[in-house]
């Protein structure tokens, strides 16, 4: 009971956090957004299984339940969500092998297993990983079996924003809070344009896509491997154009 507290204060902070000045016309925006592509936001569940070794020995061995943000892209059913979600192996080993100089010979892998969307009506449907890009940070899935009907998506128009831009986020909230679907606001803080373009946001969580004022598709929120770059700039977004351009790759 305390965990499902502290998670659903977690949450209720999260709320409260990004909530702004809106005016009423933005947040009929995020509601509609809600309506309209909040079944394409939905949640991949699996377990990972976390392995550490050290010295070239196995010190450890357990298994870890992975429930984490999918965004779907078409109507097959592919989706895009953080690759360090999926397999925080990097993320992982550089947190164990600080202050252990030269990595003090720990390195940890993880490999997820039955992995499965749920479905905004509560189904699961078994899925599997058809392409990682470690240099995006991103994973791509994909049904086992052709689904016997169109799955929602986000098909609406990329476009750009610039510094200091409202963006509304859509999201589903976990299991805790009954998979809700729902919408926050957040500000971009910056734009990097080399060596590709990159947002730094106000908040938002790893896998959810984010929208502009006027409901048009911007991109996806990553979660940064390094964690120095995570510490200086913890929510990053990738742009949508850059998402559809490899999610080509793996259809």
Excluded at 57 to 85: C, F, H, I, P, Y
Aim: net charge positive.
């Amino acid at each position: 009971m305390g965990r499902r507290l502290v998670v659903a204060m977690s949450v209720m902070l999260c709320l409260v956090t990004s909530a702004g000045a809106q005016t009423p016309e933005e947040r009929a925006v995020a509601r509609d957004l809600i309506a309209k592509h909040g079944d394409a936001v939905i949640i991949v569940l699996g377990t990972t299984k976390v392995r550490v070794n050290q010295g070239g020995k196995e010190v450890q061995n357990q298994d870890q339940r992975l429930q984490s943000l999918v965004t779907l892209l078409d109507s097959s059913g592919l989706g895009v969500m953080s690759l360090t979600a999926l397999d925080p192996s990097e993320f992982a080993t550089a947190q164990l092998s600080r202050g252990r100089g030269a990595g003090g010979g720990i390195s940890v892998t993880t490999e997820p297993s039955e992995l499965r969307y749920r479905m905004a009506d509560g189904r699961e449907v078994p899925v599997r990983v058809v392409l990682r890009d470690k240099e995006l940070d991103l994973a791509f899935l994909r049904p086992m079996e052709k689904p016997s009907a169109l799955m929602p998506a986000i098909d609406t128009p990329a476009a750009k924003v610039g510094v200091l831009d409202g963006v509304i986020s859509v999201q589903r909230l976990p299991e805790v809070a009954g998979w809700q679907s729902t919408a926050m606001f957040f500000t971009v803080q910056a734009v990097v344009e080399k060596p590709r373009t990159f947002y730094f946001l106000t908040g938002g969580t790893a896998g959810s896509p984010v929208f502009d004022t006027r409901g048009r598709f911007v991109g996806i929120v990553l979660r940064l491997k390094n964690e120095a770059d995570a510490a200086a700039a913890p929510f990053i977004l990738l742009p949508a154009s850059d998402i559809r351009e490899v999610a080509k790759q793996a259809k």
